[in-house]
């Protein structure tokens, strides 16, 4: 199983942006599809971006289109979100996810995942 870390949540100005990692360890080999979720207080947990180990497709919620983009860096065994043009709406826990196997990616994006991290804050400012 593989285990998830994440990185680079804080406090941003609406408007701002933020860069949040995800770092893999463990059995990290494979096809693995990774992907991001959050979660706003009083709100069930929401699929944000995700991304194919190889060939690095990726897919986006509408709400974050255009303004997310969605990496990952192999050797690192690390993936990164990137956020601009924050709004206080993308206030959140934000956790990162990774799902093997066949139809990995719609399990994932539906919120079914092999591991998940442990989540970390991003709060936007009005």
């Known amino acids: 199983q593989v285990q998830l870390v994440e990185s680079g949540g804080g406090l941003v100005q609406a408007g701002g942006s933020l860069r949040l990692s995800c770092a893999a360890s463990?059995?990290?080999?494979?096809?693995?599809?990774m992907g991001w979720f959050r979660q706003a207080p009083g709100k069930e947990r929401e699929f944000v971006a995700a991304i194919s180990w190889i060939g690095g497709s990726t897919h986006y919620a509408d709400s974050v289109k255009g303004r997310f983009t969605i990496s990952r860096d192999n050797a690192k065994n690390t993936m990164y979100l990137q956020m601009n043009s924050l709004k206080p709406a993308d206030t959140a826990v934000y956790y990162c996810a990774a799902k093997l196997g066949t139809s990995a990616l719609v399990l994932l994006m539906r919120g079914s995942s092999d591991s998940w991290g442990q989540g970390t804050q991003v709060t936007v400012s009005s």
């Open positions: 463990g059995r990290t080999y494979g096809t693995y599809v």
